[in-house]
């Protein structure tokens, strides 16, 4: 389990998140999944190469490899 501000460091290390807004859960569920669908909560990687579902630069990298 991690807790953490940091959505890049959740979406490197975490396969699922619960996303929390003022004590209340407000998504749940695979990490992929969540922080796509949230343009608050994205990786700066996922908003500057959407519409692709890429959440670390390791995924970029692998994937333009």
């Given amino acids: 389990m ?3 501000h940091d959505v890049e460091l959740a979406a490197e290390l975490a396969h699922r998140v619960v996303l ?3 004590g209340e ?3 749940d569920g695979p990490t992929a999944e969540i922080v ?6 994205a990786p700066q990687v996922t908003k ?10 390791t995924e ?3 994937a333009l490899a």
């Avoid at 796509?36 to 909560?41: D, M, N």
């Avoid at 500057?48 to 630069?57: F, H, K, N």
């Fill in 25 to 27: 859960v407000i998504a």
């Fill in 60 to 62: 970029v990298r692998e």
């Fill in 20 to 22: 929390l807004a003022e």
């Fill in 48 to 57: 500057i190469l959407a519409p692709q579902q890429w959440l670390t630069v």
């Fill in 2 to 4: 991690l807790a953490t």
């Fill in 36 to 41: 796509v669908s949230s343009p608050s909560f």
